[in-house]
């Protein structure tokens, strides 16, 4: 994989070229660190390498060996697609989608780690990642090539990604579009804000039940900065419910996770071309009508 910079991207560090236009993963990013190459110019280079303009990057993804040794964790899944270049799994609420400090051991990852039986070839490579408290359906690709293109199709009509979430209040009008930057909360680590110079982002909903205290909304990502729908939908007055970071906490009814779901996913396929869809529907939301999650609603 070979990238040209851009004038723009003039004094740029290499890894920002490398996560942002050149869409490498952190996993895929970390995995190619250890085990795969890194060049500018044809010389192995640094991530925190500056470029300049015109320079070359070229990037060997590993096809083996893992960049850490990862634990099995022996956890039932359930996976709704399968071939030789993806993987589409109903990932369950409450369970880490990587593994990392505080879940070494018990994430989707050791899960898929185990379930393909600790195989020394084992790459993880999530194309669309849930936040630990949001179930449904993620991507995993099957090789470098493949989450390469899996990649460059998100945030295209070719990679739609439709999720359920059920609200504490109601939003101002019954479908809409939110378009409100999103940035770090100053002195946070895991927490995001609307804020002047925060990213752009795009949300798009429409409510499809409601009661007194609640909304049942289905919701497309225009973008897919970290905890979108969470702060936009707090921004418009009806956070998640259960969401003990941007609303109120519903130990009773969610106690290890909250109201988010990720419940449709619709894409073409990287290699055949072939259109995928696929419907999860969430425990706490039994009265959905399938049809209604993949409605052209923008």
């Known amino acids: ?25 952190y996993s895929a990013l970390k995995s190619t660190k250890w085990n795969g190459e890194i060049r500018l110019n044809g010389k192995i280079a640094h991530t ?3 470029v300049q303009a015109g320079d070359l990057i070229s990037v060997v993804f590993p096809e083996a060996n893992p960049a850490y040794q990862l634990k099995p964790y022996d956890l039932p899944l359930k996976i709704v697609y399968e071939d030789r270049d993806l993987r589409i799994v109903d990932k369950p609420a409450g369970l880490a989608s990587q593994s990392s400090r505080n879940h070494p051991d018990d994430s989707l990852e050791n899960a898929l ?3 393909d039986g600790c195989p020394e070839s084992f790459i993880y490579r999530p194309v669309n ?48 579009k939110i378009c409100l930057p ?57 956070p998640i419910q259960g969401d003990f970071l941007y609303g109120r906490e519903d130990p009773a009814a969610f106690p290890a996770c909250f109201a988010l779901h990720s419940a449709g996913l619709m894409l073409t396929h990287p ?7 696929r419907i999860s529907l969430p425990e706490w939301s039994p009265e959905t009508d399938p049809s209604v999650l993949f409605m052209d609603f923008h």
């Open 1 to 25: 994989m070979e990238y040209r910079t851009q004038e723009e991207e003039n004094g740029k560090k290499l890894k920002e070229i490398l996560r942002g236009p050149m869409k490498i993963s």
């Open 48 to 50: 925190n390498t500056r």
């Open 113 to 115: 780690y185990a379930w």
């Open 129 to 176: 990642r849930l936040d630990k408290g949001t179930g449904g359906l993620m991507v995993i690709a099957r090789n470098a090539y493949s989450q390469h293109l899996l990649q460059q199709m998100l945030h295209t009509d070719r990679f739609r990604r439709f999720y359920l979430a059920r609200t504490d209040g109601h939003p101002p009008e019954e479908k809409g």
């Open 182 to 238: 999103i940035g770090k909360a100053p002195g946070m680590t895991l927490k995001r804000m609307i804020c002047p110079e925060g990213k752009p982002s795009v949300t798009y909903y429409r409510v499809i039940a409601e009661d007194e205290e609640h909304s049942l909304i289905l919701l497309e990502l225009g973008t897919g900065r970290t905890h979108q729908i969470r702060v936009h939908l707090s921004a418009i007055g009806c």
């Open 271 to 277: 290699v055949t071309g072939e259109t995928i869809r």
